[in-house]
Structures are given as C-alpha cells and as structure tokens.
C-alpha cells in the first residue's frame, strides 16, 4: 500500500505538470529554446561488426554504432566501395546505427573499404561526420597505404565535389579507357579525396565524372590525370595533442603516429570538348531559308543535291542557288535560296552528303536524304483581288502597294570608345556603294562631314555582320547617314534613307585597371581576364612584360583570373588525355575589385602567392560546402567558416577506434602540384610535375 500510495502521488503530481506544460507550448512564441549550448559536433564512432581492420571476414552485412542518432544524404553518389561492386550495396540508417549489406560476392584475400565520404551526419543539427570509412580484409591480411589531394576544375578551379578519383597499377595508356579502375574513392565538399587500402606498389592517379558508372573513361567523361607515377608510402611521426584538465589547465602530449604520403596531390579535371559528329537537326524556316545544324566544329561543308521537282540535279549549294550563312566553326549553317524556282518549290527533298563519327570513331562521310516542307502558315498568301471599278477615275485614285525595305540595325546610339560600329543586315547583301555612306561629327551646334567611313564585313562566315571601325573621340557625337537604295539585298530589297545620331560615352565614365604580374614563367603568353560578378569573362588583355592594362573599363564590381597561354593562340586551352597534355593553368586574383568612373586602380598580383585552392573568392564560387542545416536557417546570409569546428575537411578511420586526423594537416614538403608551379592549401612550395 505504501509503494502504491507513492505511485498515485507521483501520478498525481506528473498529469498536472503535463497539462501545464501543453498550455504553455500552446501560448508560447517560437524562439530558439535556452538551455545549453548548441551541438556543433558530428556524430562520433563507437564501435562496428566487424571492427576497423578485420582480416578474414566472410560476412555480407555491416553495423557502424555511433553515439548519437544519424542519417544520410545522397548516399548513391557519395557512398563508394572499393574495390568498385557491380551491384551496390543496401546502405540504411536506423537510430544510431549504419547497416549495409553487401550484394555482389567478396573476392577472396582483398582488403575492402567502405568510404562513406560526407554522406553522414548527425539527425538533428545536420553536423556532417567528412572522410567517414571503414575497411576490412577476406584474407590474412590488410592493405594499409593511403593516397590524399584533391580535385579542382582546370578552367575556374571550382572545387570538385563528388568526384570519383581512382588508380590503377597497371601502367599501360589503355588502361584508363579499358579496364575498371583498381581502388576508388569520392572528393567531398571541400574536393579532397583519400584513396585506402592500396597494396605497396607504383600507381597512375585519375579523376573521373563517371557518367555511366563503369569505372573508367569514355571520351566524352570529365577527366584529371596526374602526369607522374605515385609510390605510397608511411612514415613514423610524433603527434601532439593538448590535454585540457577538469580545472581548465592544459598539457601538452605527444604520442606515436603516421603519416601517409603522399597526400598533397592535386587533380585539375578538363573536358576534351570531343563531340561526335552527326546531323543534329535541319528545317526551312521559310520558303527562302533553310537551315543545317551538326552536334560538332566541323572542317568541310556538306554537299547538297535536289532530288525532287523541277529542279531535281542540281546543287543547292551552287553560287547561282543559295547564299551561305554560318557559324566560323562550321556547324550552323543557314542556306538563303536566292533562285526563285527553287524557293516556290514548297518541298524540298535534298541529299545530302556530310562527315560523320561512326562505329570506330572515325570521321567519314555518309549520305542521307533531308525532307524540306513549308506548313501552311510559311506559304505566301496570294493578294486578294480588289474589285473592278466600275469608274475609271476611282481606279486612278487607288494608292499603290507600299514599298517593303530591307531590314538594317544599326546598334545602340551609345558607342564604346574601344569599339567598332556594329551594324546587322537583315537579308544577304547583292551589293552596296560606298560612296552612300557618310559619318558627321558634331562641333558645337555644327554637323561637320568627316572622311566616308569604311564598311567591313565579318570575318567569321556571318556575312550579314559589319562594321565600322573609327578611332572614335570619348564623349563626342557622330552621325550616320545612309542615301536611299544605296543597298540592294539578293531578293531585290533595298534600303530607306538612314540617319542615325551615336554618343560616344565620355572619358569620365571609365576606369583603367592594372595588374603587376609576378610569378609567370618567361616563356609563354599570360592572358588576363576580367570577370562579372557571375565568373564570366567580359575583357581579356595579354600582359606585356609583366603587366595587364585593361583600358576603358565601367564602374562596377568585377573579379580576374589569369591563365598561362603556353601555345599562343590567346584562348583558354583544355587538356588532352591522349597525348599527355594538362590544360592550361589557371590563376585567380583573391580579391574583388570595386571600379569607380574615372579612377585608375593598380594591383600587384603574385600568381603563387596563395595555395591555388584559396585563391578564387567565395562571392563567385559556385561549389561551396553546405552549411549545416540549422546554421543555414540562422545564417542564410553568412559565408560557410571551414574551420568551424565540426567540419575539418577530412576524418580518417584509425584503429581500434576512431581518429579525427586530417591527412592534410601534416603535409609532406614536396608538394605536388599536377601541371603547374605554385602552391597547394597550405602554402607549401609544390613543382611541376610532367
């Protein structure tokens, strides 16, 4: 009766504090609760079956406990097992334990690693637990060697995330193309990756956007080779740790440890920009256009036969048939029929003999036949007859069609200083007179005619685009003049006269924006380009003897990166597989740069002054880290802190337990840097590697 008596006052008791509880979850206001500090550490490691480093496992299924609840993201593209499954495993969360369970059959005496990467985190904060892996062997024993870098994108070094990086033991150029790769890994948000578990030996590093997940490289697939050999290796270190007591006091201990090299390689990934080649789509956009468009550059042009109607045998393509339109890589082209009999042919059949990629990734020419059809809407519509007057005098009052121009487009009546006159035709043109064309300057309240302005057209195949290039005076105003039917197009079209008043923007408006380069090699070409706040390219000058001036700048915010033109041809070039070739490196300044109208802004810029991974700014970054998703709801606004504890870019598996060592935190001194001079995270001295 005693205890009984307890319980119902207990009971009594805890139902009010209940009710009193409900009301005042029902009145209060939505805050962030007190009462304590907030969890900004990731899940920890208790203990797994098997345990790290198990040999003679025979099992399928895996059980990871840790000490708090968890769950995972984006397991299918994080989550690797290497060496590589054909059947991924059955990954789950369940409180605080990992299940996976194994569904391809173990080969026998292979050590196996299970790299969870950044796929974990814990429930309710979001901390992520980076570089998780567990691994185990079928055999006697366990491969121990460990290869660390990291990943960048060559063109604007973005961090790669979700990378899959890769080795192979045999050296042989065909094995990347042919065989699965050896032992796989994941870069992570930061683009860092580990490779476990190799066995002692010589190795070939490669990066991989494995697009159909078959554990080598297709042509078409992102690619990042290292251009050396890499031999793993371990050595013994001594690590210090700081002990802090019950009472606030620190000791400082250290403690045996390794330390696994190398671990500072760096991958710059590129696109070989290969595209098969193959008739992407064709129309006739009207009756006296038609257009061809193929899925890469081309060097020839297709030839064009009619095979129907009255003009069945003869080449399209013929000067006295059709003007030609096109893209200056050959892969746009736009055909104006220019013989009547042909455009009021309302179909068109056309065979057509081009270049295309076939089978054994040869370019050879094909034939097809292409069906050209005008729709109803295309069709000219026939002039509805007027009715007859009946009085002569009514029919002499009747109005005469109106004249149909040619289409012209001068652009903008805002001219840039450093600029040519862009002027766009709207129909090929037959022919022109020079003479018509006149250009006036505005002294005063006085138009003065200056010399006639020279009409040139582009060089590209675009041969509608023209223009005038002058050297024009900052702040001044010209006029264009145009005489009447001074321009014919190839349909009989001419113009009407034309004037048009241009303002050239005054000298006030721009800025003048120089670079002092440092740390270029002599002997190629250092292009520098300056960039909006959405990382694209609006200028790009060639630095001479070490200095880029980039003239007539507007005000704004803008950003720069520079990269070594090692074959001259003043473009960004990429890489090449086949024949060993890394794509150009590529450098950006850390800053941004803040113009205001008639300023100039000088900046020295050391190209290896900052580890190549922090030199572009976050503000134009586009592959940053997720925030924690509690920060992120707080902090939308802030940048992510990657020193914020928590998150200390990679965590390695130790054994027995589990060791939250950063394999980058103890570098090695001879850096490596894939394909170029510089410096690599924490500013250690890197060479070039070839």
């Not at 024949?579 to 050391?606: A, C, G, H, R, S």
Request: hydrophobic share 35%; proline share 6%; net charge negative.
């Amino acid at each position: 009766m005693f205890g009984n008596r307890n319980t119902s006052k207990g009971m009594r008791l805890l139902l009010p504090l209940v009710g009193a509880v409900a009301l005042l979850s029902a009145c209060a206001s939505i805050g962030r609760p007190e009462g304590g500090p907030r969890d900004e550490t990731p899940p920890v490691y208790l203990r797994s079956n098997p345990a790290p480093g198990t040999t003679g496992f025979t099992g399928t299924k895996i059980e990871v406990i840790f000490d708090e609840n968890i769950k995972l993201e984006d397991i299918m593209n994080k989550v690797v097992v290497s060496p590589a499954q054909k059947l991924p495993p059955t990954i789950n969360a369940n409180g605080r334990k990992l299940s996976v369970e194994m569904r391809d059959t173990l080969m026998l005496s292979t050590t196996y690693t299970l790299d969870f990467s950044d796929a974990i985190r814990d429930l309710n904060e979001g901390n992520i637990l980076d570089g998780f892996a567990l691994d185990f062997a079928t055999g006697d024993t366990i491969d121990t060697l460990r290869i660390s870098g990291m990943v960048l994108q060559a063109a604007n070094l973005e961090p790669a995330q979700g990378m899959l990086v890769g080795v192979y033991n045999n050296l042989e150029d065909s094995a990347i193309t042919t065989l699965p790769m050896l032992r796989i890994a994941k870069t992570n948000q930061l683009g860092q990756f580990t490779i476990r578990n190799l066995k002692p030996g010589t190795y070939n590093v490669f990066a991989l956007n494995d697009m159909n997940r078959d554990y080598h490289w297709d042509r078409s697939e992102d690619i990042a080779f290292y251009s050396t050999t890499v031999t793993p290796t371990v050595e013994n270190i001594e690590v210090t740790d700081t002990l802090r007591s019950s009472t606030g006091t620190d000791s400082i201990v250290t403690r045996p440890g390794v330390r696994y090299l190398p671990n500072d390689i760096l991958l710059t990934w590129f696109n070989e920009n290969y595209l098969a080649q193959y008739l992407k789509d064709y129309a006739r956009a009207d009756s006296n256009r038609i257009s061809i468009n193929f899925a890469a550059p081309a060097d020839s042009l297709p030839e064009l036969t009619i095979v129907n109607g009255p003009n069945a045998g003869r080449r399209l393509d013929a000067p006295d048939a059709s003007v030609l339109n096109h893209s200056a890589t050959l892969d746009t082209l736009d055909y104006w029929i220019i013989d009547p009999a042909i455009v009021s042919q309302d179909s068109l059949l056309i065979a057509t003999r081009y270049m295309r990629t076939d089978t054994l990734d040869q370019l050879s020419w094909t034939s097809d036949t292409l069906k050209f059809f005008l729709k109803a809407s295309q069709k000219a519509k026939p002039e509805k007859k007027k009715k007859k007057k009946q009085d002569d005098e009514e029919a002499a009052d009747t109005l005469p069609p109106p004249i149909k121009f040619m289409d012209i487009k001068i652009c903008g009546s805002t001219q840039e200083v450093n600029l040519p006159l862009s002027i766009t035709m709207g129909q090929p043109i037959a022919s022109f007179d020079p003479a018509a064309w006149h250009m006036e300057y505005k002294n005063d309240t006085l138009w003065e005619a200056l010399p006639t302005p020279t009409l040139r057209p582009d060089t590209t195949g675009r041969i509608m685009e023209y223009r005038i290039e002058y050297p024009w005076e900052a702040g001044a105003k010209y006029r264009i003049k145009v005489d009447s039917a001074s321009i014919h197009t190839v349909y009989g079209l001419f113009n009407k006269p034309i004037e048009q008043e241009i303002s050239v923007r005054p000298a006030e408006d721009y800025s003048t924006l120089i670079f002092n380069l440092k740390g270029a090699p002599d002997s190629a070409d250092v292009i520098v380009e300056i960039l909006n706040t959405s990382d694209a390219p609006v200028r790009k000058v060639k630095a001479v003897n070490g200095v880029a001036r980039i003239e007539y700048m507007q005000a704004g915010s803008f950003f720069a990166r520079a990269y070594i033109d090692t074959n001259g041809d003043g473009k960004w070039t990429t890489g090449n597989l086949t024949e060993k070739i890394q794509p150009e490196d590529v450098y950006y300044f850390p800053k941004k740069i803040n113009l205001k109208k008639n300023w100039d802004v000088t900046n020295d810029w050391d190209l290896n002054e900052l580890p190549v991974d922090m030199q572009k700014p976050n503000a134009i970054k586009k592959n940053k880290p997720k925030t924690k998703e509690r920060n992120r709801q707080d902090r939308e606004d802030e940048e992510y802190d990657e020193d914020e504890e928590g998150y200390d870019g990679f965590n390695d598996m130790g054994r027995p337990g589990y060791d939250n060592r950063n394999p980058f935190d103890n570098r090695s001194q001879s850096g490596r840097r894939n394909g170029r001079n510089g410096q690599f995270n924490n500013g250690m001295s890197t060479r070039r590697n070839f």
